[in-house]
């Protein structure tokens, strides 16, 4: 089941039933103790939000961190505070010449640099950021955008 | 005088039949613009892994674009004699034992030129893939057919060997995991099969294109038996296992004097197979595993979910131990193959095959590919149901 649920497909929880052979009770019952097992957190859809204009307008910066390790506890604690942010969509901890990796998404570019500047980088313990405003995205958790490929070509009665 | 181009055909082709597929092709063509769920294709779902299309076109743009030697690439050469040792315990020499060929099916086209005399007599088990018997024709060869049955789970058996066996018989074609039928062969059939062509000094022709896909058990192929290498002609190619159909790639290995011949009809009839197939044939070998085993994976959960629902809606169908077909029984449901497969298609626009198309033994079958999506099963399933009920009623 878990496979089902990372080959990414669009699959219901009926179909997944089909495909693993079990009751759609069975699959509701399993993903209830993947989410009890803290697991699987949740769904959420991957958009290729170029494609729609009413859709809201969103930017997304990525940010280098660079933060002083602390006496007890390491990168944590501050890496929790910045995370619990609405703004804040992913933080990690990452080897290299910075510490965090923080993705940031706002509703325009002035409301991200505001969060930036005015929230992050005054935390205790920051050294420094860098922002970088996303442009496009090409690939996005395992999907391509804006992708061509098909396999319509494929004939439909072969050999 | 009124040219007639019909006499200028030569007589062996034009009583050559038209592939059922064919017919069953253009009638499908006609559906247009419907939207019909095809299950009736013989080839992968899945792009060519991105790594062999990239590995491809870099070597175009470093300016591989010139003839290769006959038999192939030497390095492709080195790395298929590799593959085959690593995955079928068999060994051969690159440099005299292995050809690069055209697709499986050109190295089938030369096997059956190279070997067989006007009149010599080929077994085949059938139902088969299309193309086994008329290439035999093709070759002015005699084709022997073997049946396989539904009750066996269409593996072939020794006794149904001997007992099709006549007089003069000079080679038997393999096809194991089989198209249509999806049927393998135990360990212990196998060797009573090695054992009979011995036996019968017979020449092997085993085409093992679905190998990688054999879902339970490993795949064990007759050439790797003590003393069948020498009397063996391994035929195996990329387009199924890699999901390369259209790059046209293959390869044949035996002996060095049953390959040489094989390599004088290549090299008049094709000099040697397309130098950018080759590239991306290499790139497959050296770096493709990991994505036949994730598609292997894919295909084994589609094989059990249309292997249940085919028996859920009443169509008797074993489970096939390896390749990506289903071959299911329609007469349970009181319909033949033919009335079958266009009813599906006309009322629910589902293609699938008729099991006719793969001779006389297809009888009351019908071929399913399951090399689908998981929706687009569940959905021809359904569909499948809802024809089946109302032809019922
Ligand atoms: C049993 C069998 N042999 C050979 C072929 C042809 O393979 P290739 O694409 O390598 O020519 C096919 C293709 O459908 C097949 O099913």
């Known amino acids: ?159 | 005088m009124q040219a007639n181009p019909h006499k200028w055909v030569a007589g062996h082709v034009s009583t050559l039949p038209k592939s059922g597929i064919r017919d069953f092709f253009e009638l499908v063509a006609k559906m247009k613009g419907d939207e019909v769920i095809s299950l009736g294709v013989g080839e992968p779902d899945f792009t060519t892994p991105w790594h062999i299309r990239e590995h491809a076109i870099y070597a175009l743009e470093k300016g591989k674009t010139y003839y290769t030697s006959n038999l192939g690439m030497p390095e492709l050469r080195k790395g298929i004699s590799s593959y085959v040792s690593a995955n079928f315990g068999i060994d051969y020499r690159y440099d005299d034992q292995v050809i690069v060929t055209v697709g499986v099916s050109e190295a089938l086209d030369l096997a059956f030129r190279a070997f067989v005399n006007p009149g010599d007599k080929v077994m085949y088990h059938q139902p088969c893939y299309v193309s086994y018997h008329p290439s035999i024709q093709l070759a002015h060869g005699e084709a022997i057919a073997v049946p396989t049955y539904a009750k066996d789970n269409f593996a072939l058996t020794a006794e149904a060997l001997e007992a099709a066996w006549q007089p003069g018989a000079k080679i038997l074609m393999l096809n194991l995991p089989c198209n249509p039928t999806g049927g393998t062969c135990s360990k212990e059939q196998l060797d009573k099969i090695a054992k009979f062509t011995c036996d019968k000094d017979l020449l092997v022709l085993s085409d093992e294109i679905y190998s990688e896909l054999t879902f339970e058990g490993v795949h064990t192929s007759i050439a790797s038996l003590p003393g069948m290498a020498e009397r063996t002609i391994f035929l195996h190619g990329f387009s199924k296992a890699f999901a390369m159909t259209g790059w046209r790639i293959g390869y044949a290995c035996g002996p060095a004097v049953l390959i040489d011949a094989m390599m004088k009809v290549h090299q008049y009839a094709m000099m040697c197979a397309s130098i950018i197939a080759q590239e991306g044939a290499l790139e497959a070998l050296r770096n493709g595993a990991d994505a036949v085993a994730k598609m292997r994976e894919q295909y084994h959960r589609r094989r059990d979910l249309v292997v249940r629902r085919f028996n859920e809606i009443g169509l008797g169908c074993h489970s096939p131990r390896g390749s990506f077909y289903a071959f299911p029984r329609v007469s349970d449901v009181g319909m033949n193959a033919k009335a079958f497969s266009v009813g599906l298609l006309q009322q629910e626009k589902v293609a699938v095959v008729p099991g006719t198309a793969f001779g006389p033994g297809g009888t009351g079958h019908m071929r399913a590919c399951f090399a689908t999506s998981y929706e687009k099963l569940i959905d021809a399933c359904d569909r499948m149901e809802r024809f089946v009920e109302r032809s019922r009623s």
């Open chain 1, 1 to 159: 089941m878990l496979k089902l649920l990372l080959e990414g497909g669009r699959l219901t929880t009926a179909q997944m039933a089909q495909v693993a052979g079990i009751a759609e009770a069975e699959v509701v019952q399993y993903l209830e103790q993947l989410k009890k097992d803290k697991i699987f957190l949740g769904w959420r859809p991957v958009l290729d939000l170029s494609r729609e204009a009413a859709a809201e307008a969103a930017v997304e910066a990525i940010i280098e961190v660079r933060v002083t390790p602390e006496r007890e506890g390491g990168f944590n604690r501050l890496a929790e505070r910045i995370s619990r942010f609405d703004e804040v969509h992913t933080c990690m901890l990452v080897s290299g010449g910075y510490d965090l990796l923080v993705i940031v998404r706002g509703k325009s570019l002035q409301k991200v640099a505001a969060f930036v500047s005015e929230k992050l980088s005054t935390f205790e313990g920051i050294l420094s950021t860098a922002t970088h405003f996303l442009l496009r995205c090409y690939k996005d958790q395992g999907f391509m955008l804006e992708s061509e490929e098909s396999t319509s070509s494929r004939l439909n009665v072969a050999p």
